[in-house]
């Protein structure tokens, strides 16, 4: 079946290009994590966690030299895809290599937006599970560590927030869910800060022809925009519902 | 309470506004005004003059320069000069004179500890200091953080003082929200007034430390229950007023017209002598 009705102009779930689906959060899930949020793309669900700051242990002193290079951010993050989330059940014999990419990616993008700590050898660590996978693994998942960060009241500088996009027939469909993901067409991720249009991680799926690359930028751009809309819009909610327990 | 939705910079009011912020917006300009410095306060960050929001909160000014960001954050950051109830977890040490007792201060998650030397209370000599066990509660002020270093306590005071030191076991340790602890040591609000107002008619002991933990001490045990009962009441008024006056005078009233109210015993001898 074809991604955009050749009838309507929808797409199959019935959105336009421009339209992202309907994104839900529930902050505090996780009563044993400093922060958590269970964030809900349209089907693509996604658990995110943190835990920290905290004691980052101490230095495995035979390691050497291999002190130096080790990464003093204080951060750790993980992006983890459940065994049920997809249509078929992966059993996996290993790591999916790609969860240790966009575990990358996620460290690379929260680096950006925290602080360095207040104490040297702490360490925060955020984990992303998807449980329901219905494409965008890795935007939802920036977002939703994001989230996941304020609820922990881990300082931050800014939001960020994730969007896939794909492009047919010199369409860019912003927000793709898995049906579209499977098409092997065009796909970009991006992570941003939306506020100032700043991308700080872009993932690139399946080559294409570089004057698609614009295009799906723009609309990716865009499509975060609105995804950033939808979550301000969410935490500020929030908080004015958290209102009657700060203090005065 | 009077929550703006405002996200634009807004000139420094005169008045107290409250403003919804999430991290990055920017709450407060300040190119009109003629602050030299500018004293930031949690959840804050100054970007050249723009003052600028790390957290999720309600944005505050108090004049004349002070900005900050109230929090609902449930996790205790040590921070020096806060007073707060610690556990004792161990003593480490060997000399005497250095030996630290190792006190837990509370969070979430990693268990956030401090140490307090066993000599920093005041009075205490090498042969007679308090002598605490594992479980005992502590009422101390935070010292020192250092990012390299354990949070250093201390007992004493300059002053003369002396509301430091262990707190009794036989009192009741309520584990409130810090917003709420905060809001107890806050003058005019609900929850310190709550507080004169049993103080009036029953006579209590309490310690409020800012890590979350409120000690209770009434010296009987129906009172202590209900007192307990009643913080417990006023944390879920979540800062309404007349629900928490309500519960006060209910409190109140019962405990002053109790007669058959049982002490606790409390043999406990915390100041010793020659301790092993």
Redesign the interface.
């Known amino acids: 079946m074809e991604l955009i009705s050749p009838l309507t102009g929808l797409r199959r779930d019935g959105r336009r290009e421009d339209e992202i689906r309907d994104i839900k959060c529930h902050f505090g899930v996780a009563k044993d994590a400093d922060g958590s949020v269970l964030f809900e793309q349209g089907n693509t669900k996604i658990l995110a966690t943190v835990f920290g700051p905290s004691d980052a242990g101490e230095n495995d002193d035979d390691d050497g030299d291999l002190d130096l290079l080790e990464d003093p951010s204080g951060l750790e993050c993980e992006f983890k895809l459940s065994a049920f989330s997809q249509q078929d059940r992966r059993t996996g014999q290993g790591d999916d290599p790609r969860a240790d990419e966009y575990s990358e990616y996620m460290e690379m993008c929260y680096k950006v937006v925290m602080f360095p700590h207040k104490n040297e050898n702490s360490v925060v660590k955020v984990t992303c599970q998807v449980l329901q996978a219905d494409g965008s693994h890795l935007a939802a998942a920036l977002t939703a560590g994001t989230l996941a960060l304020i609820d922990a009241g881990i300082q931050i500088k800014d939001l960020i927030v994730g969007c896939t996009t794909t492009i047919i027939d010199g369409k860019a469909l912003v927000d793709i869910s898995s049906h579209e993901e499977l098409q092997r067409l065009p796909q970009v991720t991006v992570g941003v800060i939306a506020r100032s249009g700043e991308i700080i991680v872009m993932d690139m799926k399946n080559r294409f022809h570089k004057d698609l690359l614009n295009p799906i930028l723009a609309a990716s751009l865009a499509g975060s925009g609105k995804i950033f809309e939808e979550v301000e819009a969410i935490v500020r909610e929030h908080v004015k519902n958290s209102a009657p327990n700060f203090t005065t | ?1 009077d ?1 703006m ?1 405002t996200t634009d910079a807004d000139e420094v009011p005169k008045r107290r506004t ?1 403003q ?5 917006d920017v709450a407060f300009n300040l190119t009109n005004q003629s602050m030299k410095t500018v004293s930031l306060g949690p ?1 804050v ?1 100054k970007v050249q003059s723009d003052i ?1 929001a ?5 944005m505050q000014y108090r004049p004349p320069a002070t900005f900050f960001l ?4 449930d ?1 205790y950051s040590p921070a020096t000069g806060d007073d707060v109830i610690g556990v004792v977890v161990k003593r480490k040490g060997h000399e005497v004179s250095e030996q630290t007792y190792v006190v837990d201060l509370g969070r ?3 268990r956030q500890t401090g140490i307090l030397p066993i000599l920093a209370f005041k009075g205490a000599t090498k042969r007679y200091r308090p002598n605490l066990k594992k479980g005992d509660l502590i009422y101390g002020r935070i010292r020192r ?1 250092t ?2 270093g354990p949070v250093r306590l201390t007992c004493t005071s300059n002053t003369n003082q002396s509301f430091w030191g262990p707190l009794r076991r036989t009192g009741a340790l309520y584990r409130a ?1 810090l ?2 602890a ?2 107890c040591l ?1 003058d ?2 609900p929850e310190h007034d709550m507080i004169q107002q049993v103080g009036v008619r029953v006579p209590f002991e309490t310690a409020i430390g800012v890590n979350g933990r409120i000690w209770l001490y009434t010296g009987m045990e129906k009172s202590q229950n209900l007192l307990y009962s009643l913080f417990r009441d006023a944390e879920a008024a ?3 007023g007349d629900v928490i006056r309500k519960a006060t005078v209910r409190v109140v009233q019962e405990i002053a017209s109790m007669s058959d109210d049982i002490p606790l015993e409390d043999n406990t001898q915390y100041w010793v002598t020659r301790v092993v």
């Open positions: 309470m929550v939705d409250q919804i912020c999430i991290p990055g959840g960050r600028m790390t957290r999720v909160g309600v109230s929090t609902t954050g996790s979430n998650t990693g953080t990012p390299d929200s917003p709420f905060r809001r806050t005019g609000s979540k800062g309404d």
